[in-house]
């Protein structure tokens, strides 16, 4: 059935799912109404014989009268034969005319053993089923014989064929309706879908993240789909648009220096070099690296899938940085372990002591806080500067932006940092002069066990 549509699949397997139910029901059905028809009639052949023999024993000259023994019970009409202790005919039914019974073996074995049998047997080309009953050794001439009642099988056969013929029908009829109702009902719960499957092959034609799939007014998983493909569509667009914006920034970002080493080299070429036009040629090109330098870490820091494996002891990582710029103080009165690439966080938090070297003061002292509460690490790095407003911190971290100072950079610092936290599983936010990277942190096992840090930098990450 590969290739089809869902809705003929799904029709198709209603009607086959109803078809096989309605099956087994009317098979277990059958089985027992054939059951219940085979006893009601084992009973009647056995009550009927049960009245002969009483008639044998109370009044044995009856059983000779002819007809006696051919008045039906219930509606179905009986054969009987009456033997003697030898096997001997001593009456039978009027019904059989010339015909015998062909029940000489179960005759005799109720003779034999004083028990009564049932068989199965075949009276010309009619089926029977045949009961054979011993008889008391005192009443007539049939003393110590037996009674053998049959009866056409004919009915009950006739009955289980129309009961099967009507099952049969039934399946197929109810196969047929819920086959209907099936493909009713698909095709009204995958009209919505065939308008998403429109809409989006229009989007997809068009190439247009902004267009939007009709949302169905059920409140269902069709909805829900929608919802979310529209969800998955404006995200594309807002990708998009980020592309764009950070293609357009980089582009004039690009240009300004670009413009300087043309003009610096025009200027060589008319009136030679001089130190400052030298001076000023390496500037660019530093700050062409700078910047060409920031975009391939910030697209690293956003495209890398990967998740980091390494335990980075942030107190270690700000003592290690203090140690490199006295100007540096760092406040960290507890080990705090994240999980995490240790490069990229140390550019983060190098990115954020720049940042407070460039908007602080020129004297003024950087202050890095290490702590860790409620499972999450925090590294603060706080200037002496004014700090940003409110309106200022909301947009610090956005690429290019460098606020109202205006001041030199590539405007992609802290744009790392929020990409590197992100990386990372947390956030990058700032207050005023306070500028935070929120990790979740990773409890130090060494404090479980008594061993040291560098005990267990030497045993491996755990």
Known sequence: MRGRSLQLRSVVAAALGILIALVVVGAAVSVLVARHLHRSLDHTLRQRAVDIAQLNASAPGLLTTPGALDSPVGGTQLIVEVLDARGRIVARSLSLGGRVLPTNATARSAIGSGRPRYANAELGQERIRVYAAPLAEFGGPAAGGAV????????????????????????????????????????????????????????????????????????????????????????????????RRFVADASHELRTPLTALRGNVAYIARHGAT?????????????????????????????????????????????????????????????????????????????????????????????????????????????????????????????????????????????????????????????????????????????FDGTTREESLEKGPS
């Open 148 to 243: 053998v009642v049959a009866a056409s099988t004919h009915d009950l056969q006739e009955t289980l064929g129309s009961l099967h013929l009507f099952v049969f029908l039934a399946g197929i009829i109810a196969a047929a309706l819920g086959a209907g109702v099936v493909a009713l009902l698909m095709r009204r719960a995958l009209r919505p879908l065939g308008r998403l499957a429109t809409a989006a092959t229009e989007i997809e034609r068009t190439g247009d993240a902004r267009r939007r799939l009709p949302q169905p007014s059920s409140v269902d998983e069709v909805g829900q789909l929608a919802g979310t493909l529209n969800a998955m569509l404006a995200s594309l667009e807002r990708a998009r648009e980020g592309e």
């Open 275 to 447: 130190a400052a036009v030298i001076a000023e040629l390496e500037h660019d090109a530093e700050r062409l690296a700078r910047l060409a330098d920031d975009l391939l870490v910030l697209s690293r820091q956003e495209t890398e899938a990967s998740v980091p494996a390494d335990e980075v002891y942030l107190d270690e990582l700000a003592t290690t940085m203090a140690e490199r710029d006295a100007a540096i103080e760092v406040v960290a009165p507890e080990q705090v372990v994240v999980r995490g690439d240790r490069a990229a966080l140390e550019r983060a938090v190098e990115n954020l002591v720049q940042n407070g070297r460039r908007y602080g003061p020129a004297e003024g002292r950087i202050t890095i806080d290490v702590a860790s509460n409620d499972g999450l690490a925090r590294i603060t790095v706080t200037d002496e500067g004014p700090g940003l407003q409110p309106y200022e911190a909301e947009r610090a971290f956005e690429r290019f932006w460098r606020g109202r100072h205006g001041k030199s950079g590539s405007g992609l610092g802290l744009a790392i940092v929020r990409a590197t936290a992100e990386r990372h599983g947390g956030r990058a936010y700032a207050a005023g002069a306070r500028f935070t990277i929120e990790l979740p942190a990773l409890r130090d096992l060494s404090e």
